[in-house]
Structure formats: C-alpha cells, structure tokens
C-alpha cells in the first residue's frame, strides 16, 4: 500500500517523503493524504488513486499518528462494509494491500478533488448545524462517495465496487 501524503500531513506526522515511480505499481492500492481541520479537531481525507473513493478520519490526536498505518486500514474496512461491498472482496483486497509505504504527492488533479471534498464535507457539516442537526461520519463518508466525479464520469463508489469486483472474482 502506498499512501501519498501532503507536506502538510508528512510534517505533521514527521516523515520525510521523496517522490514515488508507482508507474510499476497497482493503482488500486495506492491512496492520497491530506491534513485539515473541521473547527478545531484535525482531520484526515484519504483518497484512492485510480477510483476517487474517500474517506475522512476526524478528530485526530498526536498519538493517532503513530499507528497511522492501522487507523488507514480499519477505514477502509469500515467504510467498504459501509457501502456493503462484498466482505470475501474486501478481504482479498486488504490482504493484498501490503504494509504501507509514504511517498510524496505526485498528482495535483487528486489534490484538488480531494480539496473539493473537503469543502463540500465543510459546507455539509454546517448546513446541519445551521438547521442543528447532526451527521454520522459514515454517512457523510458515504455521501461524499456518491457525488459525480466529471473527469472519471461516474461516482465514486461505484468505481472501487467495479474495480473489486474486476480485481477479486468469486
């Protein structure tokens, strides 16, 4: 597994990053990173190479980025059994997923959906909180996974399903 973190997350987590060739690599198991903050709790989007599929880690602490490795991997399960993908597909997909290996950014185009991710999370939180509702981070996980994608011409999740299901056969 690869994970792409941005300056800003490779400082936080104290790592010096160089950048990747993944060019021999599988795209489907390598993800972008990126830092921000939802008020004052630090957050975490993760995103997938090839399908855009995403994620958002909240309410992170200093030790958290110790096992950053581990709270990446039980995300992805969680939010792959969130939009009830086939669970024999997800075990083959986390088996083949390796230990994780940080390199630097290397494509601004997934920088910026993730960005744009990022503000539409923003815009969603506190719609709700005008209107003094609230959301599961599930469910905004999942919501930010159902919005269409003009350069890939589809949803999110529909592509990492497609490409599990492409990758792992029954």
Same mark, same amino acid.
């Given at each position: 597994?690869?994970?792409? &973190?941005?300056?800003?997350?490779?400082?936080?987590?104290?790592?010096?990053?160089?950048?990747?060739?993944?060019?021999?690599?599988? !795209?489907?198991?390598?993800?972008?990173?990126?830092?921000?903050?939802?008020?004052?709790?630090?957050?975490? /989007?993760?995103?997938?190479?090839?399908?855009?599929?995403?994620? /958002?880690?909240?309410?992170?602490?200093?030790?958290?980025?110790?096992?950053?490795?581990?709270?990446?991997?039980?995300?992805?399960?969680?939010?792959?059994?969130?939009?009830?993908? *086939?669970?024999?597909? /997800?075990?083959?997909?986390?088996?083949?997923?390796?230990?994780?290996?940080?390199?630097?950014?290397? *494509?601004?185009?997934?920088?910026? !959906?993730?960005? *744009?991710?990022?503000? !539409?999370?923003?815009?969603?939180?506190?719609?709700?909180?005008?209107?003094?509702?609230?959301?599961? &981070?599930? !469910?905004?996980?999942? *919501?930010?996974?159902?919005? #269409?994608?003009?350069?890939?011409?589809?949803? #999110?999740?529909?592509?990492?399903?497609?490409?599990?299901?492409?990758?792992?056969?029954?």
């Amino acid at each position: 597994m690869y994970i792409q &973190l941005t300056k800003k997350l490779s400082d936080e987590m104290k790592i010096k990053v160089e950048k990747p060739d993944l060019s021999n690599e599988n !795209q489907l198991f390598c993800w972008y990173a990126n830092i921000f903050k939802i008020g004052r709790k630090k957050c975490v /989007i993760v995103m997938n190479n090839v399908t855009r599929y995403c994620f /958002i880690i909240y309410g992170l602490l200093k030790k958290d980025f110790t096992n950053f490795e581990e709270l990446i991997r039980e995300n992805i399960v969680g939010n792959f059994l969130g939009n009830e993908f *086939d669970i024999e597909k /997800i075990d083959s997909y986390m088996e083949q997923l390796g230990d994780a290996q940080y390199t630097a950014t290397s *494509d601004r185009s997934i920088i910026s !959906q993730m960005n *744009d991710m990022i503000y !539409q999370a923003e815009h969603i939180i506190h719609y709700l909180a005008e209107e003094g509702e609230t959301i599961s &981070l599930l !469910q905004l996980n999942l *919501d930010l996974n159902e919005t #269409p994608l003009v350069k890939l011409n589809s949803y #999110p999740y529909k592509l990492m399903r497609d490409a599990l299901d492409e990758s792992f056969i029954k």
